[in-house]
């Protein structure tokens, strides 16, 4: 073999170990390159507040201990007692199922109901009409709640709750209950809250209760000082009442998601007034 022949066999034995030394070294980078985006990928836990959109189920919370009614509060029509901490109420919608409200209105705790009406633009809660009729006919105290989608019209989702909602026959103060952001910016869904509490405003002569967990209340409304301006109906399962930034004061505190009520077949959420709040609080009339 020449010079000549041993020069090129050489060459091309150069270019094929340069050539695989490339390809190993692509393979390499691109592996690592999936390696790290996996590491970086972060998982989101949503605020524990009542999942009352998909449907109503809620995730386990601790179990609360009886607290009873207090001898100090003081009474209304009825004799039930609501002042205070120690006063209760419920919320309910069609996840309860049907509900035997002669033997709810016996459970001395249960001193308020709120019940679901609707949820965004287009869906009706079927035990809505049957539940409030109940309520009136037993003698609790009864109020409407609208769960509160930010992605959609604030006036459409309004005219359906007042589709279904006398607001003459209310006892309590309507609730728009706030937990989801679905896909809009803060400032969106802060303006289409805004806009919605208007409307209930202008319908009612009243601000409207705004229901949310802690946590939801901390990131997306403590920030807009129009919304602090409203009263507020907190949801956070521990046994401590939960603290908002700014130790913004509210009304009502849900404790638990697995409350047990009297006519009432499994779980139901419990809620209580807290600090120096009563029952006076939450009326319409």
């Known amino acids: 073999m020449n010079n000549v022949s041993r020069a090129y066999i050489y060459i091309i034995m150069t270019l094929a170990a340069s050539l695989c030394f490339t390809s190993a070294w692509a393979d390499k980078r691109d592996k690592d390159k999936k390696n790290k985006q996996a590491v970086t990928i972060v998982t989101w836990e949503p605020d524990p507040v009542a999942r009352k959109s998909r449907p109503d189920r809620h995730p386990a919370v601790l179990e609360m201990p009886h607290l009873g009614t207090s001898s100090s509060s003081y009474n209304v029509a009825g004799g039930r007692g609501t002042?205070?901490?120690e006063a209760h109420g419920i919320d309910v919608s069609h996840y309860q199922g049907r509900i035997n409200?002669?033997?709810v209105a016996r459970d001395s705790r249960v001193t308020y109901v709120y019940l679901k009406a609707t949820e965004g633009t287009n869906t009706i809660d079927d035990t809505y009409t049957y539940n409030f009729t109940e309520c009136k006919r037993v003698g609790l105290k009864v109020g409407s709640y609208l769960f509160f989608r930010p992605h959609l019209s604030a006036q459409a989702q309004f005219d359906l709750f007042k589709s279904r909602v006398n607001t003459r026959q209310q006892d309590l103060l309507p609730v728009i209950d706030v937990e989801v952001i679905?896909?809009?910016?803060?400032?969106?869904?802060?303006?289409?809250?805004l806009e919605l509490c208007d409307l209930f405003e202008r319908e009612y002569g009243k601000k409207p209760i705004i229901y949310t967990g802690k946590n939801f209340y901390n990131k997306y409304?403590?920030?807009n000082h129009r919304l602090r301006a409203y009263k507020y109906f907190i949801a956070a399962y521990s046994f401590i009442e939960p603290d908002l930034y700014g130790d913004h004061d509210y009304v009502m505190w849900q404790y638990s998601a697995t409350g047990s009520v009297r006519g009432i077949r499994g779980n139901v959420d419990m809620s209580r007034f807290v600090g120096r709040h009563t029952i006076k609080d939450i009326l319409y009339k």
Do not use: H, N
Request: charged letters at 25%; hydrophobic letters at 35%.
């Open 182 to 193: 679905r896909g809009v910016s803060e400032s969106v869904m802060q303006a289409r809250l």
């Open 83 to 85: 002042g205070g901490s």
């Open 221 to 223: 409304i403590y920030g």
């Open 101 to 103: 409200w002669d033997e």
